[in-house]
């Protein structure tokens, strides 16, 4: 049996290192092209002995100015993050001490609006906004990042605060405290674990849009998906290495979140959000 056992480690170990490489492959591929010249990166076999250079990311950050459409989806990421987390919290706390069918169907609305695509509710929001005049505005694409995550960010939170036990708002109350003070005070500390994963959650759907901010900001207050987008499109080697550049240079952020939070995902998650 223990041989099994040990044969059966082996094979997982096995199998997550293949998956490991496989899944890495791609970005380690396109970080190393980052650093070549475009007859250098696309050469067939790649030339691992020619020189690394740094063009591609100064052109892009400074000659291009990448920097404002990193600034661009910071505030958008920033402003989605932080209103989603405070409707999300307030009303995933009500709803998971409200006991009556209202909100059930309440929640199934929320759903039903989550699963609607992307793209057939663009028409409306772009006729919309133009019609009232804040089209290509931070404001115009963070409402509509709001409401497309917020029934995500609701149904994940309420998850949350169905595991802790309402004893915790009734001792709260006793010790004198009102019912948002208990919230605030006693609950949300308890799961922390859980906003930090329901915000990082939030973060991707914002930092990763391409769709909505291509087709409701301009040039001039696109995120960098969207303009990395374009450059890989364009029909010049230059761009596209620059885009390549922008590729990499998107990603980094991501790892680090995801490196400096890891304890407080893993918590979250074995907190009782997949088992909402």
């Known amino acids: 049996m223990k041989q099994h056992s040990k044969a059966l480690q082996w094979a997982i170990y096995g199998g997550l290192t293949l998956w490991l ?29 020619a020189p690394f250079t740094f063009e591609n990311y ?22 989605t993050v932080t209103i989603s987390l405070t409707v999300g919290c307030l009303a995933g706390y009500a709803l998971s001490r409200y006991r009556g069918a209202l909100g059930f169907w309440l ?16 028409p409306s929001f772009f006729t919309m906004f133009d019609a009232l005049g804040i089209r290509n505005t931070y404001f115009a694409l963070i ?19 169905i595991n802790i036990p309402s004893e915790l708002d009734e001792a709260a109350l ?22 930090v994963t329901t915000g990082l959650f939030s973060f991707l759907l914002a930092y990763n849009d391409f769709l909505l901010s291509s087709a409701l900001t301009n040039a001039e207050k696109m995120t960098m998906p969207a303009a990395i ?7 010049s080697e230059a761009l596209l290495m620059q885009g390549v550049a922008g590729a990499v240079s998107i990603t980094i952020p991501l790892i680090i979140l995801i490196v400096f939070f890891q ?14």
């Open 143 to 161: 409402f509509v990042l709001v409401a497309i995550n917020q029934p995500f960010t609701i149904w994940m939170l309420r998850s949350f605060f």
């Open 58 to 79: 100064r052109t892009l950050w400074i000659d291009k100015a990448f920097y404002l459409n990193f600034l661009n989806t910071a505030l958008v990421t920033l402003g």
């Open 263 to 276: 304890k407080q995902i893993v918590g979250g998650l074995t907190q009782g959000a997949v088992k909402g």
């Open 21 to 49: 490489v496989i899944a890495s492959l791609p970005i380690v591929w396109t970080a190393i092209i980052s650093f070549r010249q475009y007859v250098d990166a696309f050469s067939s076999p790649l030339k691992w002995t």
């Open 107 to 122: 929640l199934l609305v929320a759903l039903v609006f989550r699963a609607i695509p992307h793209s057939s509710l663009l």
């Open 174 to 195: 006793v010790d004198g405290c009102t019912r948002f003070q208990a919230f605030r005070k006693v609950i949300i500390p308890v799961m922390w674990p859980g906003v």
């Open 229 to 235: 987008a374009n450059a890989i499109s364009a029909e």
